[in-house]
Nanobody, 121 residues
Framework: QVQLAESGGGLVQAGNSLRLSCAASGRTYTVGWFRRRPGTEREFVAA????????YYGDSMKGRFTISRDNAKNEVYLQMNSLKPEDTAVYYC?????????????????WGRGTQVTVSS
């Protein structure tokens, strides 16, 4: 069983940046970030394979968000730049037992509890 813990959320003005971290208690393979905005379904944000050689982003995040990882620390990061009020959400990290899929929710076995990101206009 791997436990995940997100950190780095907070309140930020539009146009600014935040860096989220996802700390894992053990080895992870593909790790993804998801978000849930108020009144909406969970949305895919970004994912990265274990090697870091494969990354994938949701359409509205391309060019603004960057996912990366440090396997020595068992951490995955989400650098979010040019934030917009519509990026306000609870952000979750999730991990797979192997490099199965970027966006298939059923492949993500382990989930964190989330961190709130609020972007003011």
């Amino acid at each position: 069983q791997v436990q995940l813990a997100e950190s780095g959320g907070g309140l930020v003005q539009a146009g600014n940046s935040l860096r989220l971290s996802c700390a894992a208690s053990g080895r992870t393979y593909t790790v993804g970030w998801f978000r849930r905005r108020p009144g909406t379904e969970r949305e895919f944000v970004a994912a990265i394979t274990r090697s870091g050689g494969g990354t994938y982003y949701g359409d509205s995040m391309k060019g603004r968000f960057t996912i990366s990882r440090d396997n020595a620390k068992n951490e995955v990061y989400l650098q979010m730049n040019s934030l917009k009020p519509e990026d306000t959400a609870v952000y979750y990290c999730a991990a797979q037992r192997a490099d199965y899929s970027y966006t298939d929710l059923s492949a993500y076995i382990y989930w964190g509890r989330g961190t709130q990101v609020t972007v003011s206009s």
